[in-house]
């Protein structure tokens, strides 16, 4: 059983590291989703659990970062309008435009199941959106890069005495 679960913890960390590293070009929030794989893959790997702090702070400075002037803030809101619209529009199923080069069927496929996907990534996307103005608009986070230079500076001298 305990084999079981460490190999589902692997494949759910790799699977979310993936999809966050697909969502950072695409709509959706990719920093957050990586910062869920490594949480996850933190618990089975050393190298995972030696970079979370690395990659919390990046994530956080970059939640920070997205509502840190009212323009950011707008254009994040038309991002999640747009997913929330467009997977909308997707579950209709409306027919192909003329324009559409490849066979009907090939238009907008996955009806509800894809729309889902868009609509469900619009609400998280608007959830992590409310999140960051709440508790990250506006924080300095020079404390917490300080704090993680002093430990990744601690932990490189404790590798060197053990391998001495």
Request: charged share 20%.
């Amino acid at each position: 059983m305990k084999a079981a679960k460490q190999i589902g913890l692997k494949v759910l960390g790799w699977v979310l590291l993936v999809v966050g590293i697909a969502a950072i070009p695409l709509p959706g929030p990719g920093a957050m989703i990586i910062l869920a794989s490594m949480f996850v893959l933190a618990t089975q790997y050393e190298w995972a659990d030696r970079r979370l702090d690395r990659v919390k702070l990046w994530a956080l400075e970059g939640a920070a970062d997205s509502v840190k002037t009212w323009p950011r803030i707008f254009v994040s809101l038309l991002g999640v309008v747009w997913l929330v619209g467009f997977g909308t529009y997707w579950g209709t199923q409306p027919p192909s435009p003329g324009w559409w080069p490849l066979p009907e069927s090939l238009w907008l496929p996955g009806g509800w199941w894809t729309a889902g996907t868009l609509i469900a990534s619009g609400f998280v996307a608007l959830g992590l959106l409310v999140y960051s103005f709440v508790k990250l608009r506006g924080k300095d986070f020079s404390q917490h890069k300080r704090r993680l230079k002093q430990r990744e500076q601690q932990v490189a001298r404790e590798s060197e005495r053990a391998d001495s």
